[in-house]
């Protein structure tokens, strides 16, 4: 019996997920890799690891302390369907958390989707098992995802945020983003790619960057498809009230 090597992905993508801006990258991603039959790994970066050196009372506004704990706890929960069903599961808990996270017009806040009925309803929906959300409250997990975010800024440095992209790993170079406010369709997808490889293959390029942004085109924003987000200014890649 032939044993066959992992193919070694054509891009990795470091997510927290309740970032909403990872999340509309990661769905362009998808998009792509089932165009151009790409591989993609799922890897993970803590927004509240990142930010532990951070007061969150004086610097962020006050959903966000909630809710970068409660996607470090989801993160737990992803470390544990990586260790128990492999790399590709990981993709299937994202997605499933994306959608319970940002395509709904109910209103969430972090603490309830750091919560272990949130969590069991992301694997239900993944179709993972339901005792894996018992990782929410094992900070065992947390070396782990301290060292996969450690590994995503020794590719990029550390003033960024999240989605982080390597484009074709180990060789290639990473970048924070793109970020993008608005969904292409199918048609755009693959040509506004291009133009991402197109920059990401140049050796010198090193970034292209605006702090001005449209709140998402996601239900989870209040902003339905075909609408356009108010603009905010997210300098220091959030809206942080202190630079």
């Given at each position: 019996m032939t044993v066959l090597e992992p193919r070694t992905p054509d891009l990795r993508f470091w997510f927290d997920p309740v970032c909403p801006f990872a999340w509309m990258t990661s769905k362009w991603v998808r998009m792509v890799a089932r165009q151009r039959e790409y591989a993609v790994e799922w890897r993970f970066i803590s927004l509240r690891l990142l930010n532990?050196?951070?007061?969150?009372?004086?610097?962020?506004?006050?959903?966000?302390?909630?809710?970068?704990?409660?996607?470090?706890?989801?993160?737990?929960?992803?470390?544990?369907?990586?260790?128990?069903?492999?790399?590709?599961?990981?993709?299937?808990?994202?997605?499933?958390?994306?959608?319970?996270?940002?395509?709904?017009?109910?209103?969430?806040?972090?603490?309830?989707?750091?919560?272990?009925?949130?969590?069991?309803?992301?694997?239900?929906?993944?179709?993972?098992?339901?005792?894996?959300?018992?990782?929410?409250?094992?900070?065992?997990w947390d070396a782990e995802i301290q060292a996969s975010t450690d590994e995503a800024l020794a590719l990029?440095?550390?003033?960024?945020?999240?989605?982080?992209?390597?484009?074709?790993?180990?060789?290639?170079?990473?970048?924070f983003g793109p970020v993008i406010s608005r969904l292409p369709d199918e048609a755009e997808a693959g040509e506004l790619w291009d133009h991402v490889i197109a920059l990401a293959g140049f050796p010198g390029f090193t970034e292209l960057k605006r702090s001005l942004r449209e709140r998402p085109q996601l239900p989870a924003?209040?902003?339905?498809?075909?609408?356009?987000?108010i603009e905010e200014d997210w300098h220091g890649g959030s809206r942080r009230l202190k630079r």
């Open positions: 532990a050196h951070i007061d969150y009372g004086t610097a962020f506004p006050p959903e966000y302390e909630a809710g970068h704990t409660a996607g470090l706890r989801l993160l737990r929960v992803a470390a544990s369907v990586r260790a128990a069903h492999g790399p590709e599961a990981v993709g299937a808990f994202y997605e499933a958390c994306g959608r319970h996270v940002f395509e709904t017009f109910e209103r969430q806040d972090g603490e309830r989707r750091g919560s272990r009925p949130f969590a069991e309803a992301v694997l239900a929906d993944a179709g993972l098992p339901g005792t894996l959300a018992g990782a929410l409250e094992d900070d065992a990029t440095g550390k003033d960024v945020g999240t989605p982080i992209l390597h484009f074709r790993p180990p060789e290639g170079v990473a970048f924003f209040g902003v339905r498809p075909g609408e356009v987000g």
